[in-house]
C-alpha cells in the first residue's frame, strides 16, 4: 500500500478556556483518503478540536493545518462539514437553502439544484422540496444537512456525531452515504460514540481524554495496546501458569483467557495441550473497541 | 471552492426577504396608511369646499339693515335680500321665522363683525347665513372699487420673488438646501427601516444555529459585507414603495391638500455639496450597519440585543433635538462635539452640509473619521460574529474573546 499524505495535521494543540485547560498539546494526523475516528467521552474537546481545525475557535497554541495550512473556506481542499449543533436557515425552503449552500460551495445553481433534488428523491424528501425547514421533522432536518454537508463532492468530510437523531433505518443510510463518500475518495474524520460504525469503518483513530491522545493508530493497533487478544477456551483439565496469558475469567470449564502482546495462537494452543489442559475449543476474540472506551473512560464517559 | 460568494450572499438574502409575506405587509402598511390618510384629507377637503362654495352662492329670503352704506341693494337683492331699516323689525321676523335671516351690516366692518339673527337650520347648514352675509358685503366693496386688479391687491393677493447674493453670485437659497438634505432623510428613513434588519442579520445565523456551516462554507467578511449589501437594496426598495404614494400623492393631490408648489427646475444642485453628502451617507451608513450587526453578533437573541442597539440608534435621533441650534449656530460647542463624535456626526454634518455651514477642512475630517470609524467597526463586526456567534446561548465574553492568544 503507498504511503499515504496527511491531509489533517494537529500539532501540540492546546485550548484554554479562562482558567481551564480543555486541550493540552494533542498531535495526530488524518491521512488522506482514510477513514478516521475521532473517539472521546462527552466534552474531552473533540468538538472544540474540529471547530480550531476549522479556524471558528482561536487556538491557545499549536497548529491545525487541513492540506497544509490552517482552513479557510476559499483556499482550503472542498470541505462538508456536519456540526454537532445542527441547523439551517428555518424559515426558508429545502431547495432554496441546498442550491444557496452548492452556490456558496462553488456548484452553478441548475447543478446545485439538481444534485439536490436527486439527494432529496433518494433519502425519500423529494415532496418536500418546497416545504420551509422548520415545518420537517428533526429526522428529516437531519437528512437536509447532510445533503449540504455532502454536496459538491467534498475532499474532506469532518462529521460531529452524524447518526445524532437518526433511528436506525436512517442510521443505516447514513452510513451508507459515507460509505459511498470513502468509496469515492474522500477523507472522513468522524466523531461518534458508535463503536461498532467504527470498527466497521475508520482505518485509524484516536481516542482523546484529559485534553490529550489516549490511544492512536488503526483499530487493530488500538485493540493491542489495550490487551489486544482474547481467548475462549473449554478445557477439563487444569489450565497451566503461563506468562502467556492472564486469566479472566474461569467457570464450569469455560474460560476467558488475555493475551499477552506478541503471543502465538498456535504456540499457545500447543501449549495447553502439552499441559493436560483437555481443550474442546479454542475460539480468539479481538477486544471490542466499546469495551475499551469503558476502561478508558469509565464512568465519566457516562456524564 | 467559490473564489468570490458575495454574489450569491446578496442574491440568497435580498430574494429571501422580498418573497416574504411580511416584508411587504410591513412595508406596505405607513405608504397605505399615508394614502388612506391623504384621499381622508382629500375627500374631505373637497367636501369642505364645495360646501363653502354652494353655502356661499344659497338663495333664501332674508333682510339686512346697512350702517356702513357699503352693500349694494342690487347684489343684496340678487342673493334674495330686502332692505329693512327698522333692526328691531327684522331682528323680531327672523326670530319669528317669518324670514329666514336678518343680517345688521355694522358701521364699520372692518373692525365690528356682521350680526345676523336666523332660523337655526343645523349646525353645518347654518354657515350659509354667515357665507352669504359676506359674499353680499364682498362682492360690494369690489365692484365699488371698480378695478379688479385693485380689488385683487386690497384682498391681498400680493407676491414677492427674492434673490440673493453671496461672493458676488446668486445664493440660490432653498433651493440650494433641498437636495443635500436629501440625505439627511435617506439616511433617517434607511436607518429607521432597517436597523432591526441589521441587528438580526446575523443574530439569525446564531438562533438557527447555522453558525459554523456558514462560516465553513464563507468567508466571514464576505457573509457580512454581502449582508450589509443586500441590507442596502431592501433598504432601496423600502425607499422606492415608500416614496411612490407620496409622490403620486404629491402630483395627483397638491392643490386639494395646498402643498406648495416646487418648481423642481429651480433646484440647483452643488457638486462639492452632493458629494460630501453622499461621502457622509455611505460612512454613516456602513459605521451604523457594523456596530449593529457587531451587537447581533455577541448577543444570544433579539431580545438581548434590544437595550443595547437601543441606545445606539438614540445617537441618531439626538441631533434632531437640538437641529435648531445646529441650524442657527454650527459654531456652538454641543454642535461641533456632535459633528465629530461618530454616531452623531452622519445627522448632524448632513444638516450642516445641506445648510452650507460645514466647512471644507470639517467635511474632510467627518468623512476620513466616519470610514475609519466604519472600517474599524466592521472588522470588529466580522471578528466578533466569527467568534462570538458559535456561542449559542450566552453573551459572548469580549475580554476572554481578545485575551486568547491568535
Given at each position: 500500500?503507498?504511503?499515504?499524505?496527511?491531509?489533517?495535521?494537529?500539532?501540540?494543540?492546546?485550548m484554554d478556556f479562562g482558567q481551564a485547560t480543555v486541550i493540552a498539546g494533542l498531535s495526530f494526523d488524518v491521512l488522506t483518503g482514510e477513514t478516521f475516528g475521532f473517539l472521546g467521552s462527552n466534552g474531552s474537546g473533540k468538538t472544540t478540536?474540529?471547530?480550531?481545525?476549522?479556524?471558528?475557535?482561536?487556538?491557545?497554541?499549536?497548529?491545525?493545518?487541513?492540506?497544509?495550512?490552517?482552513?479557510?473556506?476559499?483556499?482550503?481542499?472542498?470541505?462538508?462539514?456536519?456540526?454537532?449543533?445542527?441547523?439551517?436557515?428555518?424559515?426558508?425552503?429545502?431547495?432554496?437553502?441546498?442550491?444557496?449552500?452548492?452556490?456558496?460551495?462553488?456548484?452553478?445553481?441548475?447543478?446545485?439544484?439538481?444534485?439536490?433534488?436527486?439527494?432529496?428523491?433518494?433519502?425519500?424528501?423529494?415532496?418536500?422540496?418546497?416545504?420551509?425547514?422548520?415545518?420537517?421533522?428533526?429526522?428529516?432536518?437531519?437528512?437536509?444537512?447532510?445533503?449540504?454537508?455532502?454536496?459538491?463532492?467534498?475532499?474532506?468530510?469532518?462529521?460531529?456525531?452524524?447518526?445524532?437523531?437518526?433511528?436506525?433505518?436512517?442510521?443505516?443510510?447514513?452510513?451508507?452515504?459515507?460509505?459511498?463518500?470513502?468509496?469515492?475518495?474522500?477523507?472522513?474524520?468522524?466523531?461518534?460514540?458508535?463503536?461498532?460504525?467504527?470498527?466497521?469503518?475508520?482505518?485509524?483513530?484516536?481516542?482523546?481524554?484529559?485534553?490529550?491522545?489516549?490511544?492512536?493508530?488503526?483499530?487493530?493497533?488500538?485493540?493491542?495496546?489495550?490487551?489486544?487478544?482474547?481467548?475462549?477456551?473449554?478445557?477439563?483439565?487444569?489450565?497451566?501458569?503461563?506468562?502467556?496469558?492472564?486469566?479472566?475469567?474461569?467457570?464450569e470449564g469455560l474460560a476467558e483467557l488475555d493475551l499477552a502482546r506478541g503471543t502465538d495462537l498456535g504456540a499457545l494452543l500447543a501449549e495447553l495441550m502439552d499441559a493436560g489442559a483437555g481443550v474442546s475449543q479454542f475460539t480468539p476474540h479481538?477486544?471490542?473497541?466499546?469495551?475499551?472506551?469503558?476502561?478508558?473512560?469509565?464512568?465519566?464517559?457516562?456524564? | 471552492?467559490?473564489?468570490?460568494?458575495?454574489?450569491?450572499?446578496?442574491?440568497?438574502?435580498?430574494?429571501?426577504?422580498?418573497?416574504?409575506?411580511?416584508?411587504?405587509?410591513?412595508?406596505?402598511?405607513?405608504?397605505?396608511?399615508?394614502?388612506?390618510?391623504?384621499?381622508?384629507?382629500?375627500?374631505?377637503?373637497?367636501?369642505?369646499?364645495?360646501?363653502?362654495?354652494?353655502?356661499?352662492?344659497?338663495?333664501?329670503?332674508?333682510?339686512?339693515?346697512?350702517?356702513?352704506?357699503?352693500?349694494?341693494?342690487?347684489?343684496?337683492?340678487?342673493?334674495?335680500?330686502?332692505?329693512?331699516?327698522?333692526?328691531?323689525?327684522?331682528?323680531?321676523?327672523?326670530?319669528?321665522?317669518?324670514?329666514?335671516?336678518?343680517?345688521?351690516?355694522?358701521?364699520?366692518?372692518?373692525?365690528?363683525?356682521?350680526?345676523?339673527?336666523?332660523?337655526?337650520?343645523?349646525?353645518?347648514?347654518?354657515?350659509?347665513?354667515?357665507?352669504?352675509?359676506?359674499?353680499?358685503?364682498?362682492?360690494?366693496?369690489?365692484?365699488?372699487?371698480?378695478?379688479?386688479?385693485?380689488?385683487?391687491?386690497?384682498?391681498?393677493?400680493?407676491?414677492?420673488?427674492?434673490?440673493?447674493?453671496?461672493?458676488?453670485?446668486?445664493?440660490?437659497?432653498?433651493?440650494?438646501?433641498?437636495?443635500?438634505?436629501?440625505?439627511?432623510?435617506?439616511?433617517?428613513?434607511?436607518?429607521?427601516?432597517?436597523?432591526?434588519?441589521?441587528?438580526?442579520?446575523?443574530?439569525?445565523?446564531?438562533?438557527?444555529?447555522?453558525?459554523?456551516?456558514?462560516?465553513?462554507?464563507?468567508?466571514?467578511?464576505?457573509?457580512?459585507?454581502?449582508?450589509?449589501?443586500?441590507?442596502?437594496?431592501?433598504?432601496?426598495?423600502?425607499?422606492?414603495?415608500?416614496?411612490?404614494?407620496?409622490?403620486?400623492?404629491?402630483?395627483?393631490?397638491?392643490?386639494?391638500?395646498?402643498?406648495?408648489?416646487?418648481?423642481?427646475?429651480?433646484?440647483?444642485?452643488?457638486?462639492?455639496?452632493?458629494?460630501?453628502?453622499?461621502?457622509?451617507?455611505?460612512?454613516?451608513?456602513?459605521?451604523?450597519?457594523?456596530?449593529?450587526?457587531?451587537?447581533?453578533?455577541?448577543?444570544?437573541?433579539?431580545?438581548?440585543?434590544?437595550?443595547?442597539?437601543?441606545?445606539?440608534?438614540?445617537?441618531?435621533?439626538?441631533?434632531?433635538?437640538?437641529?435648531?441650534?445646529?441650524?442657527?449656530?454650527?459654531?456652538?460647542?454641543?454642535?461641533?462635539?456632535?459633528?465629530?463624535?461618530?454616531?452623531?456626526?452622519?445627522?448632524?454634518?448632513?444638516?450642516?452640509?445641506?445648510?452650507?455651514?460645514?466647512?471644507?477642512?470639517?467635511?474632510?475630517?467627518?468623512?476620513?473619521?466616519?470610514?475609519?470609524?466604519?472600517?474599524?467597526?466592521?472588522?470588529?463586526?466580522?471578528?466578533?460574529?466569527?467568534?462570538?456567534?458559535?456561542?449559542?446561548?450566552?453573551?459572548?465574553?469580549?475580554?476572554?474573546?481578545?485575551?486568547?492568544?491568535?
Amino acid at each position: 500500500m503507498p504511503q499515504r499524505e496527511p491531509l489533517v495535521e494537529i500539532r501540540d494543540f492546546r485550548m484554554d478556556f479562562g482558567q481551564a485547560t480543555v486541550i493540552a498539546g494533542l498531535s495526530f494526523d488524518v491521512l488522506t483518503g482514510e477513514t478516521f475516528g475521532f473517539l472521546g467521552s462527552n466534552g474531552s474537546g473533540k468538538t472544540t478540536t474540529i471547530r480550531a481545525l476549522l479556524g471558528i475557535y482561536r487556538p491557545t497554541a499549536g497548529t491545525l493545518h487541513i492540506a497544509g495550512r490552517p482552513f479557510s473556506p476559499r483556499r482550503s481542499v472542498r470541505l462538508g462539514y456536519l456540526p454537532e449543533e445542527r441547523g439551517l436557515y428555518k424559515k426558508e425552503s429545502v431547495i432554496d437553502t441546498m442550491v444557496y449552500f452548492g452556490r456558496l460551495k462553488g456548484m452553478t445553481a441548475p447543478a446545485a439544484r439538481t444534485w439536490s433534488a436527486d439527494y432529496l428523491e433518494r433519502v425519500e424528501l423529494g415532496d418536500k422540496q418546497k416545504a420551509r425547514l422548520d415545518t420537517l421533522s428533526g429526522g428529516q432536518q437531519q437528512k437536509v444537512q447532510l445533503g449540504v454537508t455532502i454536496m459538491d463532492d467534498p475532499e474532506l468530510l469532518i462529521l460531529d456525531e452524524p447518526t445524532k437523531g437518526f433511528d436506525p433505518v436512517n442510521r443505516r443510510l447514513l452510513m451508507g452515504i459515507i460509505e459511498e463518500q470513502k468509496k469515492a475518495g474522500a477523507t472522513v474524520m468522524m466523531v461518534t460514540h458508535q463503536m461498532d460504525e467504527v470498527e466497521r469503518l475508520c482505518d485509524r483513530v484516536v481516542l482523546l481524554k484529559d485534553g490529550a491522545a489516549r490511544a492512536y493508530g488503526t483499530v487493530t493497533e488500538v485493540q493491542e495496546e489495550f490487551g489486544g487478544t482474547t481467548v475462549t477456551v473449554r478445557h477439563t483439565g487444569a489450565l497451566p501458569a503461563s506468562g502467556s496469558f492472564r486469566v479472566l475469567s474461569d467457570v464450569e470449564g469455560l474460560a476467558e483467557l488475555d493475551l499477552a502482546r506478541g503471543t502465538d495462537l498456535g504456540a499457545l494452543l500447543a501449549e495447553l495441550m502439552d499441559a493436560g489442559a483437555g481443550v474442546s475449543q479454542f475460539t480468539p476474540h479481538r477486544r471490542s473497541l466499546d469495551s475499551i472506551f469503558v476502561e478508558v473512560y469509565g464512568e465519566q464517559a457516562g456524564e | 471552492m467559490a473564489a468570490s460568494n458575495l454574489g450569491t450572499v446578496v442574491r440568497f438574502e435580498v430574494v429571501r426577504t422580498l418573497t416574504k409575506r411580511r416584508f411587504w405587509v410591513a412595508t406596505l402598511f405607513v405608504p397605505v396608511l399615508i394614502g388612506v390618510v391623504f384621499a381622508l384629507v382629500t375627500l374631505s377637503s373637497r367636501s369642505t369646499s364645495t360646501a363653502a362654495d354652494q353655502q356661499a352662492q344659497a338663495h333664501f329670503a332674508f333682510e339686512y339693515s346697512d350702517a356702513s352704506g357699503l352693500v349694494s341693494p342690487a347684489i343684496a337683492r340678487a342673493a334674495g335680500g330686502q332692505e329693512q331699516t327698522d333692526v328691531a323689525q327684522g331682528v323680531a321676523a327672523a326670530r319669528a321665522g317669518r324670514i329666514a335671516a336678518f343680517f345688521q351690516f355694522p358701521a364699520d366692518p372692518s373692525t365690528q363683525p356682521i350680526t345676523i339673527t336666523a332660523q337655526d337650520v343645523g349646525v353645518f347648514a347654518n354657515g350659509k347665513y354667515d357665507a352669504v352675509a359676506q359674499a353680499v358685503l364682498k362682492t360690494s366693496v369690489t365692484e365699488r372699487i371698480g378695478d379688479p386688479k385693485l380689488a385683487t391687491l386690497a384682498a391681498g393677493g400680493i407676491t414677492t420673488r427674492t434673490t440673493t447674493y453671496k461672493d458676488g453670485a446668486p445664493a440660490g437659497g432653498i433651493a440650494t438646501v433641498i437636495p443635500p438634505l436629501i440625505y439627511v432623510v435617506l439616511f433617517f428613513i434607511v436607518m429607521a427601516l432597517l436597523g432591526q434588519q441589521m441587528l438580526a442579520a446575523t443574530l439569525e445565523e446564531k438562533e438557527n444555529r447555522v453558525t459554523e456551516m456558514i462560516l465553513t462554507t464563507i468567508e466571514a467578511r464576505s457573509l457580512i459585507i454581502g449582508k450589509i449589501l443586500s441590507l442596502f437594496v431592501v433598504g432601496l426598495v423600502q425607499m422606492l414603495v415608500f416614496a411612490l404614494p407620496v409622490v403620486v400623492g404629491y402630483l395627483v393631490f397638491r392643490d386639494q391638500l395646498s402643498f406648495p408648489q416646487l418648481d423642481l427646475a429651480h433646484l440647483t444642485l452643488h457638486p462639492g455639496q452632493m458629494i460630501v453628502g453622499a461621502l457622509i451617507l455611505a460612512g454613516g451608513f456602513a459605521l451604523f450597519t457594523g456596530a449593529l450587526v457587531a451587537i447581533g453578533a455577541i448577543m444570544p437573541t433579539a431580545k438581548d440585543a434590544g437595550p443595547i442597539s437601543g441606545a445606539l440608534i438614540i445617537t441618531l435621533v439626538v441631533p434632531v433635538y437640538v437641529s435648531s441650534l445646529i441650524i442657527s449656530d454650527p459654531g456652538a460647542p454641543i454642535v461641533q462635539g456632535m459633528t465629530f463624535f461618530p454616531f452623531t456626526a452622519p445627522m448632524t454634518a448632513l444638516v450642516r452640509n445641506a445648510l452650507g455651514s460645514l466647512g471644507t477642512g470639517e467635511a474632510v475630517i467627518v468623512i476620513v473619521e466616519l470610514a475609519v470609524a466604519a472600517a474599524i467597526v466592521l472588522w470588529l463586526a466580522v471578528q466578533l460574529f466569527k467568534r462570538g456567534s458559535i456561542e449559542y446561548t450566552r453573551r459572548v465574553d469580549l475580554r476572554g474573546m481578545f485575551r486568547r492568544r491568535g
